[in-house]
């Protein structure tokens, strides 16, 4: 466990909750990682209270699977296995190519130019001389929320939302290969062109391929980690 994890305090929320989304973002971040253990005690310790909030988190990381209960091991973080990766991300490419499709039909110029300096600013990101993995995350994430927001559908976004946290875990994962950068800022060059030009078969290749790829580099981390 990093040295520089801690308790993100929220006065509004039960204790529980509070280090429930503490933990949560630290597995979704890459703070933990897979296979790490949770003990209760040492947590408890860490954050200052006593072990009863922290086994309620536990219990809720476990329901969401984000945690895994092991036999002498007790609570772990989770695996990300190859099966999982391929569920979320076909269904991430199926709703990545309709948000293409509706944006080309309704995006705003002011949503254009946003979309524009969103890829700018994640290809600053990557070849900044002190790569910072959360930051380039969050610029990727930043880019394709505008491409969402642009298809103008409420139901959508939802779905996509409900979608992205589990997303959010695997973006770490595939971010970790500083080699895919140049690809990703090509990729993200590629989908905001054919947007631009309202071409709805060129956008939906484009956020088609970008998926592909992010699935091959994820499997690659995955078979990487087993070695």
């Not at 929320?13 to 890459?30: M, S």
């Not at 254009?112 to 994430?141: G, M, N, Q, R, Y």
């Not at 997303?167 to 770490?172: D, E, G, I, K, N």
Request: glycine share 2%.
């Amino acid at each position: 466990m990093k040295d520089d994890f801690k308790l993100d305090p929220n006065i509004y929320l039960p204790l529980h909750e509070v280090v429930f989304n503490t933990l949560r973002r630290a597995i979704l971040t890459g703070e933990l990682d897979p296979g790490e253990r949770l003990m209760e005690i040492h947590l408890a310790s860490r954050f200052g209270v006593s072990r009863t909030p922290v086994r309620e988190a536990i219990r809720m990381l476990e329901q969401e699977g984000l945690v895994t209960l092991r036999p002498a091991r007790g609570a772990v973080v989770a695996s990300i296995s190859a099966e999982s990766v391929q569920d979320v991300l076909e269904v991430r490419r199926a709703m990545d190519v309709l948000c293409a499709s509706l944006a080309c039909k309704r995006i705003t110029e002011t949503q254009l130019e946003s979309l524009k300096e969103a890829c700018e600013k994640f290809e600053e990101a990557v070849k900044a001389p002190e790569k910072d993995l959360t930051h380039i995350a969050a610029c990727d994430v930043a880019l394709h929320d505008i491409i969402i927001d642009a298809t103008a559908n409420r139901r959508l976004k939802q779905l996509v939302n409900n979608l992205s946290e589990q997303m959010y875990r695997y973006r770490f994962e595939y971010l970790k290969d500083s080699e895919i950068y140049d690809q990703l800022v090509k990729e993200h060059s590629d989908i905001y062109a054919a947007i631009a030009a309202r071409d709805e078969e060129a956008a939906a290749d484009a956020c088609g391929i970008h998926i592909d790829n992010q699935e091959y580099a994820i499997m690659k981390q995955i078979a990487l980690s087993k070695e």
